[in-house]
């Protein structure tokens, strides 16, 4: 086993060096292994102020522009008796708005942009008289006796696109919003029975389901799986699995345990990569944390192949990108690495740091590899947005303005899927929105207000150290329903030389540093600030516990004053 040194400086304390025999060996993620360790132009944007910005600037009733505001208010009442807010899917969408009753609006932007705030500490229970928090119980379709949350409020606005009732990532997806912004706002009236009927719906179909997940989307009514001419969508019990292992955590009922597992062997079961959409990399994280905090041996390798490599079948190609594009490294963003020759979006490259950065809390071999992932996608998310994207690689660059550097461009392709754009050159920035209503959504609708609502993903998890290139990402920031924990940070080194980082604790408190990658404590009685050296391509998981707390074992947890810390200590093998 390779011996790795880090050497200590806490100011007042003296220097010392300690020999970290017990590292953890970092196991590899093929797919990452393509992207660069330093992407090209790297820069990495203050993607907390962006999330604020954004909820300051879409949130405002009084916003002047052509095609703004972008909320509007919806008194249909469906399903729970109060008037709601709507907010667009895209820039100036004509299915939205006062059109069609003002009932068409998407789950997957609303609850993003409500759960994207609070991520970067807005409430929204009550902003400015308003209680966002409130407004998703009525995406609780009680009316078609489904129980679930969906991505409409009914079905009167199904056809007019959002994949409601007939799409399961579509069904699923807006269930784990849900429950993370439930875990932010646990005492929010009505939430905890609406959270329990979805985890029961959801254990009773897995019941029915038993062990096969291979159906288009599934009756929450009827209780029954359907097909139609969309392909079979597996990895739906990878959301099923989340919501009821969330539903045990929250509740303590077992059933939901013996759901999560059941839907987590379907999944694990498939012969080939069954990713659709963003729920597989929900699936490994949740193997990992299975594993760590049951004792299961639910292959996380796999699910991480599947969701990084791109093989998928029914949805081809979903996966990472990886790729220089005449000099813009957009290795590390989310969608089709085949569609026109690639195809990333920016609601799923924010939303798989989701689950992927925790994930390294309950297995630290993979902290390198998901550390080198998320630079990358830090990098090249910034793309997406017209102030950062050169003008000759945007469609709209005369009209990205509508954006108010707020909303960004749904999409980064390689070679644009609409003719009129086919002179750009890679990588070209554009959205889908005209393609969904053809003849009448303008050119602004590229600009994806969905997908830039979830920013605060990336705002809450990233933040820049004293060392360009090496990113502290909290590992607890979107950990939902995770067990009482102490604070948590990756540290990823790209370089190929050692380098030296400041890590600051929180004021007021004097804790110890300890590292999980290397086993040992890395500093002690810090109080404000310690620098520790990182091996060049290494990594250090560095957990914040209490200064000379009590430690102690018990399997493979390590523990300080009876909170885990460490969920493979290398000291008990």
């Known amino acids: ?68 505001p972008l909320v509007w208010m919806d008194d249909s009442q469906k399903n729970y008796p109060q008037t709601v807010v709507g907010l667009y899917t895209a820039i100036a969408d004509v299915r939205q708005g006062t059109n069609n009753k003002g ?61 409601y009732g007939r799409d399961w990532w579509y069904d699923v997806y807006p269930n784990l919003l849900f429950y993370a912004i439930y875990d932010k706002y646990p005492n929010e009236p009505g939430l905890e029975k609406m959270a329990r009927k979805i985890a029961d719906k959801f254990y009773e179909a897995d019941v029915i389901l038993n062990g096969n997940y291979d159906y288009s989307f599934f009756d929450y009514a009827k209780m029954k799986p359907m097909m139609n001419t969309i392909c079979a ?61 049951e004792g299961t041996h639910y292959d996380t390798d796999k699910m991480l192949g599947w969701t990084f490599d791109g093989t998928a079948i029914c949805r081809e190609g979903w996966g990472v990108l990886v790729g220089n594009w005449n000099g813009f490294d957009i290795s590390g ?42 630079l990358n996608a830090a990098n090249a998310s ?23 550097g707020v909303i960004a461009y749904e999409g980064i392709i390689k070679k644009s899927n609409y003719d009129k754009y086919s002179y750009v050159e890679a990588p070209v920035a554009q959205g889908d929105g005209p393609l969904w209503v053809l003849g009448q959504n303008p050119e602004e609708s590229q ?6 609502g979830h920013v605060g993903i990336f705002g809450s998890i990233i933040k820049t150290t004293d060392v360009d290139g090496i990113l502290q990402l909290n590992l607890l920031a979107t950990d939902f329903f995770h067990d009482k924990a102490y604070p948590s940070f990756l540290y990823y080194n790209p370089y190929n030389e050692t ?8 004021k007021g408190k004097k804790v110890d540093l300890y590292n999980t990658v290397s086993g040992t404590f890395v500093a002690k009685k ?25 430690i102690k074992y018990k399997g493979a947890k390590m523990l300080v004053n009876n909170i885990v810390v460490d969920y493979n200590s290398q000291t008990q093998k």
């Open 333 to 374: 963003t989310v969608g089709s690495t085949v569609d026109h020759g690639g195809y990333g979006f920016l609601m799923n490259t924010y939303d798989m740091a989701w689950p992927m950065v925790p994930m390294v809390r309950y297995d630290q071999s993979y902290a390198s590899a998901i550390g080198k992932w998320m």
């Open 499 to 506: 380098k030296t980082v400041t890590i600051t604790v929180e």
């Open 103 to 163: 009932m068409f609006h998407e789950a997957l932007a609303t609850m993003g942009a409500t759960l994207g705030a609070t991520l970067v500490g807005i409430d929204k229970r009550n902003q400015h008289d308003l209680n966002y928090v409130g407004m998703t119980k009525n995406y609780f379709n009680s009316e078609t006796s489904w129980d679930i949350m969906m991505n409409n409020t009914c079905p009167e606005v199904a056809l007019l696109g959002g994949g």
């Open 526 to 550: 810090v109080t404000t600030s310690a620098k520790i050296k990182i091996g060049a391509l290494n990594s250090a998981v560095i957990v914040c516990v209490p200064a000379g707390g009590k």
């Open 233 to 293: 969508q597996p990895d739906a019990a990878a959301g099923h699995a989340w919501v009821l292992y969330s539903a045990y955590k929250k509740f303590g009922d077992p059933k939901y345990l013996k759901g999560a597992k059941s839907a987590l062997a379907a999944l694990e079961s498939q012969k080939i990569n069954p990713t659709y959409e963003l729920l597989m990399p929900f699936g490994a994280y949740l193997s990992a944390r299975i594993n760590a905090e």
């Open 1 to 68: 086993m390779k011996k790795t040194y880090f050497k200590i400086a806490i100011a007042g304390l003296l220097f010392f060096t300690i020999n970290t025999e017990a590292q953890v060996i970092q196991k590899k993620i093929a797919r990452v292994e393509q992207m660069p360790n330093i992407p090209a132009q790297l820069e990495i944007i203050d993607y907390k102020k962006l999330a604020l910005d954004f909820d300051k600037t879409v949130f405002d009733f009084n916003a002047k522009g052509k095609y703004w």
């Open 382 to 404: 910034r793309y997406f947005y017209p102030q950062y994207m050169p003008d000759e690689h945007e469609t709209i660059p005369q009209l990205a303005s509508a954006g108010k």
């Open 447 to 452: 600009l994806s207000v969905y997908g830039s």
